[in-house]
């Protein structure tokens, strides 16, 4: 398997655009995490699936941020409007039940 | 709501070098520990996961130890090496109500000096 695959590997985007991360988590897995990660914050929650199902977003930080899952193979986050605040390295990660984690390489995203 | 802690925030030692990194945890009501690595613009490699019933986990150099009732986890790295230095965290899954999620704490930033 090649692994959790995160695309783009970096987005650089002006202030008011629309941003979409994408995932392809680990075949087989039946979770699948969003986190951000900031030098003030560290790594941050944001949202995970459990069998494609959204099962606690609480740390998604505001409406501007969603996430979908369609099906097992596929994640989409999505920020819309973007700001300079939600600049950052978003990791998607997988699991197997409670299984160690899989993390993906991550997209460092630059909103200007 | 869980708190994780590492300390120190940087550490650097000679090549081999025995080390111990620290992370305590507020909340002992976990469901597992994890300790992970991150290379500078990389993402995260789990590195040794532990088990709430568990005391300790050991791959290769590495020796992971879990007292859950005081919060805290060391990870125990033998005989240091250069490709040892990255940024470590360590990162605990509650024991309910939070399926498999995890909290980070802010990592120790190792480097192993030739």
């Known amino acids: 398997d090649a692994g959790v695959i995160q695309s783009p590997r970096h987005e650089v985007t002006e202030m008011g655009q629309e941003v979409t991360l994408r995932c392809k988590p680990i075949?087989?897995?039946?979770?699948l995490f969003w986190y951000r990660q900031t030098m003030m914050r560290g790594l941050e929650l944001l949202i995970y699936?459990?069998?494609?199902?959204?099962?606690?977003d609480s740390g998604m930080p505001e409406d501007r941020f969603s996430a979908k899952m369609p099906n097992a193979s596929f994640s989409t986050l999505k920020i819309q409007p973007s700001e300079p605040r939600d600049s950052a390295v978003y990791f998607c990660?997988?699991?197997?039940?409670?299984?160690?984690?899989?993390f993906g390489s991550g997209t460092r995203l630059t909103v200007v | 709501k869980q708190e994780v802690t590492q300390i120190p925030a940087a550490l650097s030692v000679p090549e081999g070098e025995n080390l111990v990194l620290n992370c305590s945890f507020t909340?002992?009501?976990?469901?597992?520990l994890q300790w992970f690595r991150q290379d500078p613009g990389k993402g995260l490699t789990s590195l040794l996961l532990?088990?709430?019933?568990?005391r300790e986990q050991t791959s290769g150099r590495l020796n992971a130890s879990l007292d859950k009732s005081s919060g805290r986890s060391t990870l125990y790295i033998a005989a240091s090496q250069p490709g040892d230095s990255a940024t470590y965290l360590c990162?605990?899954?509650?024991?309910?109500?939070?399926?498999?999620?995890?909290?980070f704490g802010t990592g120790t930033q190792l480097k192993v000096e030739l």
């Open positions: 990660a997988s699991s197997e039940s409670s299984y160690g984690y899989t």
């Open positions: 075949s087989g897995h039946d979770y």
């Open positions: 699936f459990n069998n494609n199902v959204p099962i606690d």
């Open positions: 909340d002992s009501a976990i469901y597992n």
């Open positions: 532990i088990q709430s019933s568990q």
């Open positions: 990162a605990v899954s509650p024991l309910t109500g939070g399926g498999n999620k995890l909290t």
